[in-house]
């Protein structure tokens, strides 16, 4: 099921970020254990959330997301960070806590749901993640992460558009 994160699911969701690889150890408690705590605090303004996908009520977190609307822009939605733990990878939790950020963002007016990846061959299962389930790629920002290590940006269309020449947009 996927709930709330709560305060106390912090340690276990940077131990998950850690274990994942999006963060260097040392990046792990200042990013997302700070982000965390500020949206625990409501210091991160209205939209932004952390969810996280459990087996049951008193298992501790197998994966997570933090998700938030992109300010000053119109039905636009960012997915910040998703995460699911390595023994668990390949179970259809990431597809589980993705399928409810889309929901989420969509029921609150959300138009186009944003992703920014790295372009590091690591990371080709998880582009191919996004792909899979309708992420269009949009545009790359070279050596954004490192020389070398570009920005890869992916868009999905939340709901139908209906107005002619928007072939190109992402669907
Ligand atoms: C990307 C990620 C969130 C997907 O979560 P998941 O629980 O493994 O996802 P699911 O089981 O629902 O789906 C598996 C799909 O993801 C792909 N995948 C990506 N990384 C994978 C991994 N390490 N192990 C297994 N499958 C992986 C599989 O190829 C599979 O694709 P397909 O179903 O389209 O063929 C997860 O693999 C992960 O935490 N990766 C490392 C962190 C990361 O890259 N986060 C995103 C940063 S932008």
């Not at 197998?62 to 390949?90: C, M």
């Not at 029921?107 to 992703?115: F, N, P, S």
């Not at 992460?145 to 269309?157: L, M, N, P």
Request: charged fraction near 20%; charge should be negative.
């Amino acid at each position: 099921m996927i709930r709330h994160a709560l305060a106390g699911d912090t340690a276990a969701l940077v131990a998950i970020g850690e274990a994942t690889g999006i963060f260097r150890p040392h990046e792990a408690e200042g990013l997302l254990g700070a982000t965390l705590d500020a949206i625990h605090a409501g210091q991160l303004g209205e939209g932004h959330q952390a969810h996280v996908w459990v087996e049951g009520p008193e298992v501790p977190p197998a994966g997570w997301v933090y998700f938030a609307p992109t300010p000053n822009a119109n039905g636009v939605w960012d997915l910040w960070w998703i995460g699911t733990d390595p023994a668990r990878q390949g179970r259809g939790i990431g597809s589980q806590l993705l399928g409810f950020v889309e929901d989420r963002a969509r029921a609150a007016g959300g138009r186009l749901l944003l992703v920014e990846t790295s372009s590091q061959p690591a990371l080709d299962p998880t582009r191919r993640f996004y792909a899979n389930r309708g992420y269009v790629e949009c545009g790359r920002v070279p050596d954004f992460y490192g020389e070398g290590d570009a920005k890869v940006i992916f868009a999905k269309r939340l709901r139908p558009v209906a107005r002619p020449g928007a072939d190109d947009d992402p669907t």
